[in-house]
């Protein structure tokens, strides 16, 4: 049988490698004496082989093992050489010691007292040069709070002198030191505001209204704010004046423009008109101005004048197609066709209308726009929005607003229009969405402008032709649109409004009949029953 089989009997000539005498001994300082064991087989683990490569663990023998281990000889390579005799120095060594000169008791308390003498001449000589460059020290006073103390001079800073784009550790080292005697006198840089809160306290008002637009400073908004609304009339006016002397600059700023507001809304009538004329010339920059655009509103809702009026919203007309469609600007547009007819100038429906010309489908689908056209024709008669064939570009263009996001809600607020020219318009819509109902029924926004249709259109017998039209279509057919539409997330919206302005019975057949098909949606169980 060959050993090279793997059935082939273990035997330690083919389990363990040979034993190699010259290395084996820098494994382990011992070697292993191993001992016949008799329950073991001759003919496999013989005497004469070699033990194990590695050596039994410590750990594992006890003390009758421990007595056959034996420390592997070391034999040396060559004799050992010794020397002869050790060299023995024939001079002691003696350290070397400096001659240090002894001196008598006397001559060190000379020595000592010629060394005092001289600190003391050198401590009298430096108080000397500190005093000559000295100034000397006056007693710090309080400021009393006055205007002209409080911003006569700049603010003084220390470690912020230098500019800002300098490293912070270098501004730090070329800091001006303010600890020095009289270097820095310190003084106050913020208004007590409680103080001014006295009811007949007077002020330099003007520096603290100025110190909003230089200083950015909430708090003085906040405390003028309550001087308005709590102070004497005279204050006020003061106020106001000052208001007014910065108008702009506050209207855009970020504190200042809630200051102009309680100021337009506690002011006179003449100091309104004074204040808010200030605004003429500036309205197209203000109204796109995330501050300015408040004060806009303000100035439109409160002021009196309607001449002043009329300027502020002729002045919009020089760039409606820049602002009308603008983020912040929008509110402004929709104040302005909330005004009366009488504070809009005659020519304004139709100047608004020419600068829209082309545009009326982006600026309607876009978010902004859409807020504006809506209250344009809330506000508006159908005759001034017919004006330069205004109607007819949005007409031309309902498919592609009823399925718009933002588009929708403008032909929604064309359908709620009230008299003739509402049901004119509302049959131009459902005319052009009647090619594809089924579509428009299941889009979710083309689906709210047929429920407005559905609910506005009431006729003279509280049935109109078009929501007759409508449920002859949504009942035909071996399986009616209905059964869909009822189904539907969206089209549901449509069968409700139906039912609640009391069509009921056309649409009641078709429903009892497919009651089962009905009831297995969530949509469909609401229509059941309402029935």
């Known amino acids: 049988m060959s050993a090279n089989w793997p059935w082939a009997p273990r035997s330690r000539a083919n389990t363990n490698p040979p034993l190699d005498l010259a290395w084996s001994h820098k494994k382990s300082p011992f070697l292993v004496e191993h001992k016949r064991d008799h329950n073991q087989i001759s003919d496999v683990f013989d005497d004469d082989q070699p033990p194990l490569a590695n050596p039994i663990p410590s750990w ?28 023995v120095p024939s001079v002691p060594f ?34 000397m040069y500190t005093n000559e460059n000295q100034q000397p020290q006056n007693q ?32 730090i080292a070329n800091a001006e030191d303010t600890t020095a005697p009289n270097k820095f006198r310190p003084r106050l840089n913020s208004v007590n505001y409680r103080v001014l809160l006295e009811k007949n306290l007077e002020c330099d008002w003007f520096l603290i209204v100025d110190r909003i637009v230089s200083d950015n400073d909430q708090q003085a908004s906040i405390f003028l704010q309550q001087k308005l609304k709590g102070g004497s009339e005279d204050i006020r006016e003061s106020i106001i004046d000052s208001v007014t002397a910065l108008c702009i600059p506050l209207v855009t700023n970020r504190f200042g423009n809630f200051l102009v507001q309680r100021s337009i809304e506690y002011a006179s009538s003449a100091k309104r008109s004074l ?41 919009l007309l020089e760039s409606v197609a820049d602002t009308i469609n603008h983020k912040y600007a929008c509110h402004v547009w929709q104040r302005v066709f909330e005004l009366d007819k009488g504070m809009r100038s005659a020519h304004f429906m139709q100047s608004v209308i020419e600068s829209l010309r082309g545009r009326w489908l982006d600026i309607s689908s876009s978010e902004s726009g859409s807020l504006v056209i809506q209250t344009m024709v809330q506000n508006c ?36 229009m009230n008299g003739p020219g509402g049901d004119a318009i509302r049959s131009l819509v459902y005319e052009e969405l009647s090619h594809d109902l089924s579509t428009y029924g299941l889009d979710y926004s083309a689906c709210r402008v047929l429920e407005t249709i559905m609910q506005r259109d009431e ?31 969206n089209g549901h919206v449509i069968v409700v409004a139906l039912l609640q302005a009391g069509v009921k019975k056309p649409l009641e057949n078709v429903i009892r009949k497919n009651y089962v098909t009905l009831r297995s949606s969530k949509f469909g169980t609401k229509i059941c029953r309402m029935i």
């Open 140 to 171: 710090y006073e309080p400021e009393v709070f006055t205007a002209e103390t409080q911003w006569d001079a700049p603010i003084q800073h220390s470690s912020f002198s230098a500019p800002l784009s300098t490293p912070f550790w270098d501004r």
């Open 60 to 87: 594992l023998l006890d003390d009758q093992d421990c007595a056959d281990l034996k420390p592997t000889p070391v034999v040396a390579t060559g004799p050992m050489l010794f020397p002869r005799a050790i060299p």
């Open 275 to 315: 204040l808010v004329r200030q605004m003429v010339g500036q309205m197209s920059d203000l109204s796109v101005d995330i501050f300015g655009c408040h004060v806009v509103q303000k100035a439109l809702d409160f002021t009196e004048d309607e001449d002043l009026k009329r300027q502020l919203v002729d002045d």
């Open 94 to 127: 003696v350290p070397s010691v400096p001659s240090v000169p002894r001196q008598s008791i006397s001559e060190e308390l000379e020595e000592a007292h010629r060394r005092l003498q001289q600190l003391q001449m050198l401590r009298s000589k430096e108080l």
């Open 459 to 489: 006729g003279e017998d509280g049935g109109g032709e078009l929501r007759k039209r409508y449920v002859d279509w949504l009942v035909k057919g071996a399986r009616p649109p209905l059964i869909s539409l009822a189904r539907d997330s």
């Open 381 to 416: 008669t159908y005759e001034e929005l017919a004006l330069n064939n205004a109607l007819d570009e949005i007409s031309s263009a309902v498919k592609d607003l009823a399925v718009s996001r933002w588009g929708s809600w403008v032909v929604r607020q064309l359908c709620s």
